[in-house]
């Protein structure tokens, strides 16, 4: 079993940064692939990115790409989302999510996941 817990998330103003931690603890393998997702209220589960603890990525979608990036502490057991530039469309919950082998970009190929933070931005 993988635990995942989240932290870091809170209300900031647009333009602002913020990190993100995923605390995993439990049964872990190298070859996991981490990734965050994020849900506005009434919308679906969106992939924000991913990436593994053994390398490769990260993968970023394409909202993000150039204000996020994603990186681990092996040592920690911890993945962190780094978010700059906020922008009041990254309102959402955030939830970090773990899987075997590779990543992908549904929420319905993930195994274990996080209680999720909420990141509310402000114009």
């Known amino acids: 079993q993988v635990q995942l817990v989240e932290s870091g998330g809170g209300l900031v103003q647009a333009g602002d940064s913020l990190r993100l931690s995923c605390a995993v603890s439990g049964r872990t393998f190298s070859n996991h692939a981490m990734a965050w997702f994020r849900q506005a209220p009434g919308k679906e589960r969106d992939f924000v990115g991913g990436?593994?603890?053994?390398?490769?990525?990260?993968y970023l979608a394409d909202s993000v790409k150039g204000r996020f990036t994603i990186s681990t502490d092996n040592a920690k057991n911890t993945v962190y989302l780094q978010m700059n530039s906020l922008k009041p469309e990254d309102t959402a919950v955030y939830y970090c999510?773990?899987?075997?082998?590779?990543?992908?970009?549904?929420?319905?190929?993930?195994?274990?996941w996080g209680q999720g933070t909420q990141v509310t931005v402000s114009s």
């Open positions: 999510a773990a899987r075997d082998s590779t990543v992908r970009l549904s929420p319905a190929q993930y195994d274990y």
């Open positions: 990436t593994r603890w053994s390398g490769g990525g990260p």
